[in-house]
């Protein structure tokens, strides 16, 4: 008989879902924009309606990937930065009661890495680190094939290792100088921004042709240094420069085979690839030197994938 749950992958921005069969095949997948307004319930409704669209009698339970902090071994979501009003969600019973089904709630970064672990680039690799850099960084730590989870399942939460002491550049979790306030896509999306809105007649005429009328990102920061917009390429190599310090790090301290880059900052790797790995051929260790960065696979779907095994796997579902 096969098995089969649904994935819950919870974004700043995209609400993923798709239904997920044991073994890693996907037979539908939506996403729509996460409801951000401070209310938790709203985003429990979008996922019921979803599931709801595509009734099945099949389904074993529901498996969740979240950004955290979480306590995932309580099923509870302490805090989301990047979301409003998610403060002690306790995700978990609030499913069960909607579904009744089991549910199993994962850091959203550690689902991925798991999910590019068993089916992606990371495929038979026994240690490797895995790392995201979307609206926030996070990452997850496959080590001797064992996931590393801390003592609340919390372990992986790169994005606020002290870049910079003496920053007064505050992070969304509202500390100062965190890997996450330089490098994640919200931080290249305030630089988008000012770019767009400053440098010579030409240039601001060159972002107006870029963006029009809408608020500038990093997308369009990825467009505009493709173009040979100086300013953005200069943006893009300092990106590689704060992703090796950050990343310079995590290596020395779990000395993976190689660091997986995910999230929507990884698609524009060309952009900054260059920088990064010079500037980590400068920081690391020549006993750490050969360690490989590796570009995601399947960005959109490696966390629905990993979160969806990670709950046959406690469901011990045959």
């Known amino acids: ?34 409801i951000n ?15 709801a669209s595509h009734p099945d009698a099949d389904i074993r339970g529901i498996a ?3 950004p ?31 579904f009744k089904l089991p549910v199993l709630l994962e850091n959203d970064a ?21 790392l995201t850099v979307s609206t926030g960084i996070g990452g997850g730590v496959i080590s001797n094939n064992h996931v590393l989870r801390g003592v609340r399942g919390a372990a992986g939460h790169f994005g606020h290792l002290l870049l910079y002491p003496d920053s007064t550049t505050q992070c969304a979790c509202g ?42 990102s990093a997308i369009h920061l990825a467009q505009a240094a493709m173009d040979g917009h100086e300013p953005a390429r200069g943006v893009w190599r300092q990106q590689g420069v704060y992703l090796a310090q950050g990343i310079a790090s995590i290596v020395h301290a779990f000395d993976p085979a190689c660091v997986v880059l995910g999230g929507g900052v990884s698609k524009s790797y060309s952009c900054f690839a260059d920088s990064l790995l010079e500037e980590l051929d400068k ?22 994938l990993g979160v969806a095994s990670l709950f046959f796997e406690h469901q011990d579902c045959s």
């Open 283 to 304: 920081r690391l260790m020549p006993a750490f030197s050969n360690v490989s960065i590796k570009q995601a696979s399947g960005i959109e779907t490696a966390g629905l």
């Open 110 to 130: 550690i689902s991925a890495a798991v999910g590019q672990w068993r089916f992606g680039v990371g495929k038979d690799v026994t240690d490797m680190v895995y």
């Open 175 to 216: 500390k100062m100088g965190c890997f996450e306030a330089y490098a994640s896509g919200s931080a290249l999306d305030a630089i988008a921004r000012t770019l767009h809105s400053a440098g010579s007649q030409q240039e601001r005429t060159q972002w107006h042709a870029l963006v029009g009328n809408g608020p500038a």
């Open 64 to 66: 969740v990937a979240a």
């Open 68 to 98: 955290g902090p979480l306590d995932t071994r309580n099923g509870t979501v302490l805090c989301i930065p990047t979301l409003a009003g998610w403060e002690n969600v306790a995700i978990t019973r609030l499913l069960e009661e909607r």
């Open 1 to 34: 008989m096969k098995a089969f749950c649904i994935a819950v992958d919870l974004g700043g921005s995209q609400l993923r879902i798709a239904k997920v069969q044991k073994g890693g095949q996907i037979h539908w997948q939506r996403s729509v924009s996460t």
């Open 37 to 51: 307004e401070g209310q938790p319930s709203q985003v429990i409704d979008q996922i019921q309606a979803l599931v």
